[in-house]
């Protein structure tokens, strides 16, 4: 019995002491705000580990991403986004910035997030897609 009650004890301190993906994603927010951006993707990439549906890193993981010139994983940490949260206007915004950075069409992007009231993006659709 005592035994049992050391190993549950030491689960506890072991499992119990890590940090949530709301704190991995606030420490990334951090990294990024210093331009590290290499950092604020490994704990983007942890609180999405902890919890996939955490959109808010997803998101602030492209933007990260888009930073480093790494448009294709921009690209699709937006469109995981979009999954989960479609109605969100600054995914479309960053994702048709990615795309059209990485030479893709980007269009429908702009169009989406003009019809989510961007206007911004209504700007840019009418400027650069029609």
Known sequence: M?????ILLISVILFGCGQTAKEYNENGINYAESEEYQLAIADYTRAIRIDPDYVDAYHNRGVAYGKLGNYEDAIAD?????????????AYR???????????SYCSDYKKACDLGDEDCCEWYYKQCR
């Open 2 to 6: 005592k035994k049992l009650l050391s």
């Open 78 to 90: 937006y469109t995981r986004f979009l999954r989960i949260n479609p109605d969100y206007t600054a």
């Open 94 to 104: 960053n994702r048709g910035v990615a795309k059209k950075r990485a030479g893709l």
